[in-house]
């Protein structure tokens, strides 16, 4: 046993039993504590498993799984291969998410199911609303829930753009879970923070040229982007010792499943009163941006026509809010800036005005 099993996973080791500790991550550790019974080997050896991150459902589970496997080496030696088969399970993805897998059980009820892929060390999920449904693959990671949930769309009736917008919040949702704010946001961090980012070509063109530095000036600059770049490895550091991840699964599917699948088919867009999306899913516009039945989402989660919110946007008062939410309308496709928008109609009524007027000279 002492050659098969770790030294610092071996407690204890006597004639009468034998205390193992597993540990592959802080969400993925217990005590094994196998007993020899009086009639032992002819007698199966008896598991007692605790863990003080593991439910107790599952050490329950694990342990019948260990008896059945003792069962299978009657007459010979049995905690070795019950060892293995345990020190297997534990290091088994699924185990930090067995709470939440135990839960969508009575979540996801038909037409919505779920099954589990050991292989792909995954979660299959299929939610459905009349014909529009979302295939999704959810894919716990090695040190979940510190490590994101992968959500992946590997079939959708919504359109192309819509889905990968879900996907894209969807993910943004586990990783704030998962991670604290200081690490979740470094890559954008360290994006924005490159050489000339967000500098312009032209704007570039009329900076002076630098003068040449000497060594001493190269080597101390060196040096000082150096300094900043171990602090700031040391602050996300301190972040991730401090941070307790959250589980993710149930609030990605929370979001994917009521606000999405079983929300978004029926809701009436708040300008206009129809319906944001067609009954039938093959009638869904998504390629031409002046469709009437193109559909815009906004940064705070609403959607609305495009014809609609442009028509909300660009007319006064300006400086809307969202009519459902109430937050500040911001979007990509649209100048959101008050007084931009202010001048832009003062432009367009002035010339409208000038129309009228030479109709009016020559009527």
């Not at 098969?4 to 540990?23: G, N």
């Not at 802080?26 to 009086?38: E, N, V």
């Not at 979007?331 to 109609?345: A, G, I, P």
């Amino acid at each position: 046993m002492s050659k098969e099993v770790p030294q610092e996973r071996l407690q204890c080791c006597t004639p009468d039993m034998v205390q193992v500790h597993i540990a592959h991550t802080p969400w993925k550790r217990c005590t094994a504590k196998f007993l020899f019974p009086s009639g032992y080997p002819d007698q199966g050896v008896i598991t007692q498993l605790t863990s003080t991150v593991l439910e107790d459902d599952l050490l329950k589970k694990l342990e019948a799984a260990c008896e059945c496997e003792a069962s299978k080496h009657l007459g010979g030696s049995q905690v070795i291969h019950v060892y293995r088969m345990l020190d297997k399970r534990v290091r088994s993805n699924f185990v930090p998410a067995f709470a939440e897998i135990k839960q969508l059980k009575n979540y996801l009820q038909p037409p919505h199911s779920f099954s589990i892929s050991d292989k792909a060390k995954a979660v299959k999920v299929h939610l459905q609303n009349g014909d529009y449904a979302l295939d999704l693959k959810l894919e716990i990671k090695d040190r979940y829930p510190l490590e994101p949930l992968g959500v992946f769309c590997t079939v959708s009736t919504f359109p192309q753009d819509l889905s990968k917008r879900f996907i894209q919040h969807a993910s943004n949702l586990a990783r704030k879970l998962a991670l604290p704010p200081a690490v979740a946001s470094y890559g954008a961090g360290n994006v924005l923070a490159r050489e000339g980012a967000g500098t312009s070509t032209k704007a570039k063109r009329r900076q002076p040229e630098q003068t040449t530095l000497s060594r001493y000036q190269e080597a101390a600059m060196q040096q000082e982007k150096e300094r900043k770049e171990a602090a700031a490895r040391h602050a996300r550091e301190e972040a991730l010792k401090n941070h307790v991840p959250k589980p993710s699964i149930l609030q990605v599917l929370q979001y994917l499943k009521e606000e999405v699948v079983e929300q978004l088919p029926s809701e009436p867009c708040r300008l206009c009163g129809k319906p944001v999306l067609p009954q039938d899913p093959k009638a869904a516009c998504a390629g031409d941006p002046k469709s009437t039945d193109k559909l815009e989402h906004l940064y705070c989660g609403h959607f609305f026509h495009y014809t609609c919110l442009e028509k909300y946007i660009t007319t006064p008062p300006f400086g809307k809010e969202c009519p459902k939410c109430g937050h500040t309308i911001h979007h990509h496709d649209f100048v959101t800036n008050k007084q931009v928008l202010e001048h832009r109609w003062a432009h367009k009524q002035a010339k409208q005005r000038e129309i009228d007027d030479i109709k009016d000279m020559f009527a």
